[in-house]
């Protein structure tokens, strides 16, 4: 009774294998140490398989007319979208860095304008995509971005920069509208960013916001995926272990039940850890950034590829 056995011991709530392989996390590590010159022993040389970390150095989009792919983040207050940015950014510069400025008490959206993150490659390179960040949905109305702010994002028309007005979306005309938007200034990809712990108690009206948000990505034929965040603080087991990512029977029904909530497919979404707490980078924790930061560049790519034919 209450998923107790007889003898008074719990039922397992790990799955004896993973649900899902993350990409090699080691070969993950070793490339990341090649690629910041880090002395590497022969075994590491010999490595079978490209690796996630590999694709991301050298995604180039193949379109003529873009050249950085760009990846909108959108989700509730306190999702983790700056901090996904920040774990990004760290596992490319190969240190923990925060670039995307984030804030530990989550009432209301800290960030407030639509902004644009260009990551280093070298001194004289970027990587060849962009990650945006928006205001966050709020449960009550006329908190949080609008739904139609959102769209016009999408479609380009919201200059870098650009505050939000909760209760007032852009118009046309006013300063910070893109009148004239290019294939570089639309969203390529869309990401869904919500907390594992939260999916069963999101607010009717924020899943509201983004059904919304997700018809609209798809009449305009952009890819979508979800990240679920803070999966330490939603199992106790990934917190001891964060080996035990996909092999937790809680995180596996966080998955399920977001996969019913919004209709993403299951294998469009990715359980996260971002960096929070952390002073030196691991290993599992970068594959499980790069293992959606590459899914994200592949259907971006995808998008900008159908456009051409």
Known sequence: MGGVLSSGVHPSALFSHPWRDLPEAQEASLALLSF????????????????SLDFVKTYKPRNSEVRCLRILLHGPVGAGKSSFINSVDSVLQG????RALTDAVAGTSFTQR??????????????SFLLNDIMAYEQHPGHGIS???????LSGHVLEGYKFVPDRPLTVGENGYNTDPTLEDITHVLVFVVPAGSISVLSENIVKKMREVRLAA??????????????????????????NIYKSKFLKEQVDNFHVLLGIPLNCIFLVKNYSTELELNKVTNATVLAALRQMLSF???????LES
């Not at 240190?95 to 925060?98: C, D, L, P, V, Y």
């Not at 971006?300 to 159908?306: P, S």
């Open 147 to 153: 739904v139609e702010d959102v769209k016009l994002v």
């Open 300 to 306: 971006g790519e995808d998008f900008l590829n159908n």
């Open 218 to 243: 798809s009449e305009m034929g952009i890819p979508q995926l979800a990240i679920l965040t803070k999966v330490d603080e939603a199992c106790s087991h990934v917190q001891k272990n964060i080996n």
């Open 36 to 51: 910041h010159s880090v002395k590497r022993t022969s075994s590491a040389v010999s490595r079978k398989t490209q690796t």
């Open 95 to 98: 240190r923990i860095t925060g």
């Open 114 to 127: 639509y902004m644009t993150y260009r990551i280093k490659k070298d001194e004289a390179t970027h990587y």
